[in-house]
């Protein structure tokens, strides 16, 4: 990164706006684009430099601080203490093979979540050319104007040159939590960095108010880049069910070892057998019982799901979402952008002369003017209408735009906002009607505004039009208890408040979000207002109806939803109407009534704990009452995703069992307290990314659940030869060969395995279930059983039947337990579902990729004389190879027919619950006795 030139530093803070532009060559139009080119290439890109990653050779030795690869490497020591070289040898490259395959992937997992803090890098709005326009914060450079508004993260160091009840959160840099206010006035040179209060400090977040900043520093030269420690190490993929496994790996090995020198101790006391010969079958049989690959599979897993959900617009910032996204039983989503497509179109506009309705939906200022049908409840438009004859509505469209912050560009043949959308949808119409609104705004200036926040539900602003004017424009309730007059034709009458509620309900049920306008003469105010100019003595003007259509993917994805067992529950500012009939049409559950943010406000906790499962949707919601939503559900034992986008949603965020940002519309305050961040800020995201956190953990317990039984039939092969005092039917050099061969193919084939139909017809998981459930341990026994069976019943046949060599018998069982690992491996794509079908048997390419791949590698196992050498292994003829895959197709069978016992017993036991509940529904219905 090229270094500044500018030495020593610049106290910014202590020149006045006009030296700071200055200084930096600019004004307040910002620079153009051939000044900002010439910048970046003198300053570089607006971002700290990069933390060193771990050097390669420390991420390959950390593969080996695994109790189990530990053991693995003892064994190694101790058999080549004993002379047994080749076995020390072997034993060393498979825990190597394993190790390396956990090395690459999780070098692929730090690329991929370093690309994922790409994704996440903040955006800036800046004045550049004389317009505004939204860019990339690494773009910034010296001299950018830009502009802040409440929820952002401040992009660099800004002298501020505008700042609007301004405060921001400087903890990152001070260690204040209090927010601090922000003014435009220079201050001492020598003032501590807490008291520079005209700058404004890269990384702090801004909490409240407006502002106009110039950027003075960039990258590595702003405050938090000279005074903090930036470095960060790469997040680690250590999840709660990693850690699990973990301690499944401490137990795993205590019981081996203990099986292992029990096992042993028999050999030598009760069959007399070597002491070195029992050790090494000790050896054997704890390498043929740990599943060495079982922890890098298990990472690989959850890694592709990290980045299937990162192409599918979900970036997952803290890995442990992957795991609780199978849980969730909850969606708490915003309306707004996320179940509806954010394009806010004025579509009815309700003066005291009538109502108005618009055509065109969209941002194009594409459309007409209508006077409503007498037939209210008409879907007609009516008589078309010019502006001109109606100079109501002319005054009511110049207001609108006149107390807004939106502009309305047209990019690439594309019309779009340049902020918020909703006053954005009040540009569009003015402009439908022919308004050129930048032309309006600068023949009426404003002279002060006062920004909306949630808490007080309004904007205002200060305008030259007919002398001074307060323009105020915000939520219908609110503003009807701050007016006292409405506008008519002839003056001002009395405000008839019943009229006006009833107006807004009928434009509310309708599906519209409505908005009220009023203004006041405003001659007395000086240059500057506060709340107590805007909340008296207003005149009403009308209404406004405002759509944003249901997106069509929500809806199907609400459908899917309920499928799941999940339940989708809106949280939205809009009136309570208008947010039941978005509900109604997205299909939700319960849309017969709403709550408000008051009716929350005022319920204890215990009653809203009992309705939170009966309403699924709250209307005039601020962000403090989703906390309170989200505590009230987690209190009834439910699992949480919570959507938001503000910076008042950080607590909400925190708190869900997974925060939800939104990428597009979400301030950098909520992306930093969420699990994950929608890229397309769409609900259909959120479902697609549980759909796929199910699919991973379903695939890994695929994974466990095909992997131990493979382990398991070894070691109980030979535990039973030395309690038995016969002959091994493995060696443990030929136990490593079958580990290494079933994980890096056979194991790895189901972390890509594409989900179950019935995935999302299932009821969530658990979260505090375990990863080996009873119904598992059993699969895992029942098959270590037939591997038993199937490698004792081909050594002893090969051995004693056909009179064959041991090497003869020990290669036809190694054989035998691959091949019947590659047929369970089939059995496993389902672990209850049935696999007797074309799709169930073929459907899978990475099974089949991996099948073919074990048997070539068998097939030069068996046969290449090196091979033969080193593994004590024989060539095995045709009967020989008929056997192994008749006993394959035999288990595979075997295991099916398991599968449909369980299965008629599952829909037993279905049956009977549901005659269960009937009845006692007929009971409850059945009159009761006379007395």
Not at 72 to 99: E, K, P, Q, R, Y
Not at 878 to 907: C, D, P, T, Y
């Amino acid at each position: 990164m090229p270094e500044r030139q500018i030495a020593p530093r610049t106290a910014w803070h202590a020149l006045s706006e006009d030296e700071a532009l200055q200084r930096l060559e600019c004004d307040r139009n910002g620079i153009d684009d051939e000044q900002a080119a010439s910048r970046l290439a003198r300053y570089g890109p607006n971002r700290l430099r990069q933390a060193k990653g771990r050097p390669w050779w420390q991420r390959l030795l950390e593969q080996f601080n695994n109790i189990l690869m530990i053991i693995l490497l003892l064994a190694a020591v101790a058999s080549l203490g004993l002379g047994h070289t080749l076995d020390a040898l072997a034993i060393v490259g498979v825990v190597i093979i394993i190790a390396l395959i956990g090395f690459i992937q999780e070098g692929k997992a730090e690329q991929a979540l370093e690309g994922i803090r790409n994704l996440l890098s903040p955006q800036a709005a800046v004045l550049r050319n004389g317009r505004r326009q939204t860019i990339d914060a690494e773009a910034l450079v010296p001299g950018d104007i830009v502009m802040l508004e409440s929820g952002d993260r401040v992009p660099a160091d800004l002298r501020l040159l505008e700042a609007k009840r301004l405060r921001t959160e400087e903890a990152a840099l001070t260690g204040e939590s209090s927010p601090v206010d922000k003014q435009t006035d220079a201050i001492g040179e020598a003032a501590d960095l807490g008291d520079r209060s005209s700058m404004a400090y890269a990384s702090t977040i801004v909490v409240q108010g407006t502002a106009l900043g110039l950027v003075v520093e960039t990258g590595p030269h702003t405050e938090i880049g000279r005074i903090s420690e930036m470095l960060r190490g790469v997040e680690k993929l250590k999840t709660p069910l990693l850690q699990q496994l973990d301690r499944a790996g401490r137990v795993l090995a205590a019981f081996i070892l203990g099986a292992a020198l029990l096992t042993a101790a028999i050999g030598v006391i009760v069959h007399g057998q070597p002491v070195s010969a029992m050790f090494m079958a000790a050896v054997g049989l704890a390498v043929a019982a740990i599943p060495e690959g079982l922890p890098a599979i298990v990472t690989i897993s959850l890694a592709l799901g990290v980045q299937v959900m990162a192409r599918r617009n979900t970036i997952i910032r803290r890995l442990p979402a992957v795991e609780t996204l199978g849980s969730i039983s909850t969606i708490f989503s915003d309306k707004t952008g996320t179940l509806t497509r954010n394009e806010m179109t004025a579509q009815a506009i309700w003066l005291p002369e009538g109502e108005f309705r618009l055509t065109g939906v969209g941002f194009a200022p594409e459309g007409t003017f209508h006077l409503a049908p007498e037939d209210a409840e008409s879907n007609e438009d009516g008589e078309q209408v010019a502006l001109d004859n109606h100079p109501a509505l002319a005054h009511f469209l110049a207001v609108g735009v006149l107390c807004n912050d939106a502009e309305l560009a047209e990019e690439n043949g594309r019309w779009t906002i340049h902020g918020d959308p909703t006053e954005g949808a009040l540009v569009v119409a003015a402009a439908k009607g022919g308004v050129d609104c930048r032309e309006l705004r600068r023949a009426h200036p404003r002279r002060d505004a006062i920004p909306f926040e949630s808490e007080r539900k309004y904007m205002a602003t200060l305008n030259e039009l007919e002398g001074k004017r307060l323009l105020v424009k915000g939520a219908p309730d609110r503003l009807l208890e701050m007016c006292h007059k409405v506008r008519t034709a002839d003056g001002d009458g009395e405000l008839d408040h019943a009229a006006w509620e009833e107006r807004i309900h009928a434009l509310s049920s309708r599906g519209l979000r409505v908005l009220a306008l009023a203004e006041k003469v405003a001659d007395h105010i000086d240059d500057e207002l506060n709340d107590s100019h805007a909340e008296e003595s207003l005149v009403l003007l009308g209404l406004v109806g405002l759509l944003d259509p249901p997106r069509e993917a929500a809806i199907e994805a609400v459908k899917r939803c309920l499928q799941a067992g999940i339940r989708p529950v809106m949280v939205t500012g809009d009136h309570a109407v208008t947010a039941r009939a978005i509900a109604e049409q997205l299909g939700f559950s319960h849309t017969d009534r709403a709550l408000t943010g008051r009716d929350v406000e005022a319920m204890s906790d215990e009653e809203l704990e009992r309705c939170i499962v009966e309403v699924d949707v709250f209307a005039r919601a601020a962000p403090e009452h989703k906390l309170r939503l989200v505590k009230a559900m987690q209190a009834r034992g439910g699992i949480c995703a919570m959507t938001g986008d503000g910076v008042n949603d950080g607590p909400a965020l925190k708190r869900a069992d997974v925060g939800v940002a939104m990428g597009i519309q979400g301030t950098e305050a909520a992306k930093e307290a969420a699990e994950m961040v929608l890229a397309d800020d769409n609900f259909a995201t959120i479902v697609g990314a549980i759909e796929e956190g199910r699919k991973v953990y379903d695939n890994i317990r695929k994974t466990v659940t095909f992997l131990l039984p493979t382990n398991g039939g070894q070691g109980l092969a030979i535990m039973l030869a030395v309690l038995a005092g016969i002959l091994l039917p493995i060696t443990p050099l030929q136990a490593l060969w079958v580990n290494m061969v079933v994980a890096v193919t056979l194991g790895l084939a189901l972390a890509f395995e594409e989900g179950e139909t019935d995935l999302m017809l299932r009821q969530p998981r658990d979260p505090s279930a375990a990863l080996l459930d009873l119904f598992l341990l059993w699969r895992v026994v029942f098959v270590s059983v037939l591997l038993l069976a199937g490698v004792f019943g081909m050594f002893s046949w090969i051995l004693l039947a056909q009179g064959g060599s041991e090497e003869l018998a020990r290669a036809g069982a190694v054989n035998m337990l691959v091949m019947s690992s590659a047929a369970y491996l089939i059995n496993s794509r389902f672990l209850l579902n049935s696999a007797l079908s074309l799709q169930g048997i073929l459907g899978s390419r990475p099974v089949w990729l991996a099948i073919g791949l074990v048997v070539l590698l068998q097939l030069g196992w068996t046969y290449l004389p090196f091979m033969q050498v080193v593994f004590g292994s024989a060539g095995l003829g045709m009967q020989h190879w008929l056997a192994i895959v008749a006993g394959s197709i035999a288990l595979f069978l075997i295991v099916e027919f398991e599968k449909w016992v369980l299965r008629r017993r599952r829909n037993e036991a279905t049956r009977h619950r549901g005659t269960a509940s009937r009845s006692n529904d007929s009971q409850a219905r059945r009159p009761a006795p006379e007395r």
